[in-house]
């Protein structure tokens, strides 16, 4: 088989003089990026080295036209029966998007083309992902947005008081974004099945961190009434970007989503996109396959030691968390939260701030070591100096 190179020189003449020049110049780009190492808010993180090397296999498929890519799509089926391994149910069936905005999209679209009602909404926790404003907007859902307890959990009986009967589906986070916490999704679960409606859970970032935690929460499809779950390798499962996950309980919700496609070598798609990379499906199953079920328990017991020792360090510079770490996102309340975070960023160093109440936030993702929690450390104390 040719190679891209040899096609495009084929088609285009030896470029390879410009080419150089082009390479310096996406070099000094690429250059100005912040570099992982000094980036504490991320749920992303440098990819795994099987993970690279089976993106770069797998650069040129197009999962929007399985007959053409009939491998990949196969390969795609298997690391969905894995992720839906993870989340007790070898049923489940979905496919590796773009990532958690997508698989959002697609859980709540489903629910609704299900549901069908005239003026739609979905109940979400006032903690979730903004995707969800996205969903309401493309989908034309109301989007209610039910309180918190005090631990930053959706209120339970807020969703009860929010449900009627135009709601279509509610939501429930596991692993929410600005603190990872995780909702009582089995008390949404039994709400969901005794309205008649889906229950999505947004597991985006905690859908490969909870499974392998020491008693592990049950957020999962164990639960009769989640009906479909959001899980990104391209987070906690280092795939390269864009490989997210959407899962469904049962066909009957690929179905509600399914368009006809005349031209191309299937019949049907239910995807939101079209032309879609086979690199995140290639990524995900290398990872998987590499690290295994014991391979990511100690991914995630290392984060979760870091996030351990950052908690430490901050909270002898005086700060007091918002809620203590349930996995590895950590907050620690502050007025001068905004202002910590800007004079960091001017010094290379990368945080986040949350919505409520005043916090600066980290993830204490892979590729935040140790030895970048020392170093981060030693700058922010002349940070604090300095404000
Ligand atoms: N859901 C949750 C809980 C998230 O934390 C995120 C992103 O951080 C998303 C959804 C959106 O994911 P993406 O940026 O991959 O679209």
Redesign the pocket.
């Known amino acids: 088989m040719k190679s891209i190179k040899e096609m495009f020189e084929e088609q285009y003449g030896n470029t390879s003089t410009r080419s150089s020049e082009i390479m310096e110049e996406l070099k000094k780009y690429r250059s100005i990026d912040i570099s992982y190492s000094r980036v504490l808010s991320s749920?992303c993180t440098i990819p795994h080295p099987y993970a690279i090397e089976a993106h770069l296999m797998f650069l040129e498929t197009n999962l929007g036209n399985p007959g053409i890519f009939r491998g990949t799509k196969m390969l795609e089926d298997k690391v969905i029966a894995m992720l839906g391994k993870i989340l007790h149910n070898e049923n489940a069936v979905g496919y590796i998007c773009s990532?958690?905005?997508?698989g959002?999209i697609q859980g709540i679209r489903a629910a609704r083309n299900i549901h069908r009602k005239r003026d739609g909404n979905i109940v979400v926790p006032k903690s979730a992902?903004f995707?969800f404003d996205k969903v309401g907007d493309l989908l034309r859902l109301e989007v209610r947005k039910a309180g918190l307890d005090e631990e930053y959990r959706v209120d339970v009986s807020d969703v009860e008081s929010l449900v009627d009967e135009n709601t279509v589906a509610i939501v429930g986070?596991a692993?929410?974004?600005e603190l990872g916490q995780i909702d009582p999704i089995v008390e949404l679960s039994e709400i969901a099945i005794e309205k008649g409606i889906e229950l999505h859970v947004?597991a985006?970032?905690g859908g490969l961190v909870i499974p392998f935690m020491d008693n592990p929460y049950p957020f999962d499809f164990q639960n009769e009434g989640v009906s479909s779950i959001?899980i990104?390798p391209?987070k906690m499962g280092m795939a390269t970007i864009p490989a997210?996950g959407i899962l469904f309980r049962d066909e009957r919700y690929l179905r509600a989503l399914e368009v006809k496609t005349p031209y191309l070598t299937s019949k049907a798609q239910y995807t939101l996109t079209g032309t879609r990379p086979g690199t995140g499906v290639a990524s995900t199953y290398a990872v998987l396959k590499k690290l295994g079920f014991e391979g990511m328990q100690r991914i995630v017991r290392e984060c979760m030691k870091n996030t351990r020792i950052l908690l430490e360090e901050m909270v002898n510079l005086g700060f007091e968390p918002v809620i203590e770490p349930v996995m590895n996102v950590v907050a620690f309340k502050t007025d001068k939260a905004e202002k910590i975070r800007d004079e960091l960023y001017k010094r290379e160093w990368v945080i986040s701030t949350i919505r409520e109440p005043k916090a600066i936030r980290f993830v204490v993702m892979p590729h935040v070591t140790e030895d970048v929690i020392k170093d981060f450390i030693s700058e922010l104390r002349e940070v604090l100096k300095v404000l």
Do not use: L, Q
Not at 99 to 102: D, F, H, K, L, S
């Open positions: 749920m990532g958690g905005t997508e959002n992902h995707s986070i692993g929410t974004t947004d985006a970032f959001t990104d391209h997210g």
